[in-house]
């Protein structure tokens, strides 16, 4: 019954897979780093600061990830000749290019999600911190944070796992993941609901523990007001 | 303006802020000089790549008709999967066990395998099963995949919008002895839509975002096709990037605003009892855009509004 699976080496089922968590993983570090920076802005004094986090984050979001994915390949490569240092292995480019197009894009749920979690800390808890003589370093790191850090746990989780699902959009510009897999099978084979059970089954095995163990963690981890 | 983070400031940060402020000015101006040397010695900035933006060929023939395409599947998915969503949703708060589990594992499944999967996947079974025509199978595929993803986000929509509602709807109902399904009818339900209105109306961003896909992956011809067949004409890539990107957020603006002004209206109201689902609480524009998202059991957050 799965025997046509083992025909398929160009991916291989279990490495369509495997380049699916590659692409969660890698832009998920990369959607962290520069969503908190752009969190940063967000929330900065400098009014500048926070109207350029308010136009990236606005812009960003309201384009279809499919836009931003096949843009990189059809604009940045094609047009742009950024290669992404892949010394032309176009596997390689096809791959780093949707890892910058993830990062563009998730960043900015990323920040929303940071800066949700700064907006759930009372502004009562940082008067009092500053009352009693802390800088703002130790404002910032011995009271917001910590409160902020556990109340956005949630918010995080929900964005790692539309991220997971969303790496399927890589697809479009050719890398070898696991939707691109299942196109390519469900065409050849006879086995059309086999093929899609087998495939949503690897995908509720990747988001579901996840959602539910961070799901736990955030309630157990947050703050009771 | 002082927050959570900084006091109002004083002389030092005042003169802190001025610095980072110029600073921050010359690195935008570095980053917007870069990218007009990038679009420059590409030559795109060439009049004649944009020029078509300005004759009406170009929206008649490419994008008009794929932008038409969009919000047809857009509103057709919207429509289907209401009502399907709506019925999850009230099962899952069934007071049975055998109703409440199976939908809860429906919702679950469909919430957590990505929408290209959900089309590939219908594409492939209509192109089996159905005798109809390639436009129609595309737009079919393209519809069953959003409506089977979007009816297990809404149904989670529906649950939170009943829950929100405040516990003496349901307890004055049971006292004056409706039963149980007339009070999910003519009570629950109708002050329920109100509630969860602006969520829903975001959602169809969400939609809107994946439709995207179904022209990419099965040939389905909405904007982002149009701008395919555009750019073969015109030889355009870049610039019809740009005016498809630009069209995508200027329709999604027109949505979201329209969701904040009614979550602002429906705060205000007198009427209804202040529960509000923000419209960004359900994989909304905020959580998670593109194909939504969710975490299994963490459910939604709803506001209440003080009283």
């Known amino acids: ?225 | 303006m002082s927050s959570v983070l900084y006091d109002a400031p004083g002389p030092r940060a005042k003169r802190r802020n001025v610095i980072l402020t110029v600073t921050f000015v010359a690195l935008l101006a570095l980053l917007l000089w870069w990218l007009w040397r990038a679009l420059e010695s590409r030559n795109q900035l060439e009049w004649k790549l944009w020029e078509p933006f300005f004759t009406s060929q170009a929206w008649t023939t490419y994008l008009l008709p794929g932008l038409a395409n969009t919000l047809k599947a857009m509103g057709l998915s919207m429509v289907i999967a209401l009502p399907l969503g709506a019925l999850f949703g009230i099962a899952r708060l069934s007071d049975h066990l055998w109703v409440r589990i199976p939908a809860g594992a429906v919702v679950e499944f469909f919430r957590a395998i990505p929408v290209l999967l959900l089309m590939l996947f219908a594409n492939e079974v209509i192109a089996r099963s159905m005798d109809v025509t390639t436009e129609q199978r595309q737009l079919y595929a393209v519809v069953a995949g959003l409506v089977l993803y979007n009816a297990s986000v809404l149904a989670e929509v529906v649950r939170a919008g009943i829950l929100a509602l405040p516990k003496g709807q349901t307890e004055a109902a049971q006292a004056i002895g409706l039963r149980k399904g007339q009070t999910m009818s003519s009570i629950l339900l109708p002050q329920a839509v109100t509630v969860m209105l602006p969520a829903i109306v975001s959602q169809l961003v969400v939609i809107v975002k994946d439709t995207a896909l179904g022209g990419v992956m099965i040939g389905f011809t909405e904007l982002l096709s149009g701008r395919a067949t555009l750019a073969a004409v015109y030889a355009n890539p870049v610039p019809s990037f740009v005016v498809v990107a630009i069209i995508y957020i200027i329709l999604n603006f027109i949505i979201t605003s329209f969701a904040g002004w009614l979550e602002q209206r429906l705060r205000r109201g007198k009427k209804s009892t202040g529960a509000v689902i923000p419209a960004a609480a359900v994989g909304g524009t905020t959580a998670t855009g593109g194909e939504g998202g969710g975490v299994p059991g963490l459910g939604t957050f709803i506001d209440k509004k003080d009283t």
């Open chain 1, 1 to 225: 019954m799965f025997d046509f699976l083992s025909s398929y080496n160009n991916p291989t089922f279990l490495g369509a897979f495997w380049m699916t968590v590659k692409l969660t993983v890698f832009s998920a570090i990369g959607s962290l780093v520069w969503g908190t920076l752009l969190a940063a802005m967000r929330v900065s004094p400098v009014p500048l600061m926070r109207g350029f986090g308010t136009v990236y984050v606005n812009v960003v979001r309201n384009i279809p990830l499919t836009v931003i994915i096949v843009f990189t390949s059809l604009g940045l490569a094609d047009i742009f000749r950024v290669t992404m240092g892949a010394g032309g292995d176009v596997k390689l480019q096809a791959f780093r290019l949707a890892l910058l197009g993830f990062v563009a894009y998730t960043a900015a749920f990323v920040c929303e999600a940071l800066r949700s979690g700064i907006n759930t800390v009372p502004v009562g808890q940082a008067e009092a911190a500053r009352a009693i003589g802390l800088s703002f370093a130790q404002v910032l790191g011995l009271i917001v944070l910590p409160q902020a850090f556990r109340a956005v746990i949630g918010p995080l989780a929900n964005v790692l796992i539309a991220l997971t699902k969303n790496t399927t959009v890589a697809a479009a510009i050719g890398v070898m993941e696991a939707a691109y897999l299942m196109k390519g099978m469900i065409e050849k084979e006879a086995q059309t609901l086999l093929i899609g059970a087998i495939f949503a089954f690897g995908f509720v095995v990747l988001t579901l523990p996840t959602g539910l163990f961070l799901g736990w963690l955030s309630k157990r981890l947050a703050v009771k007001r």
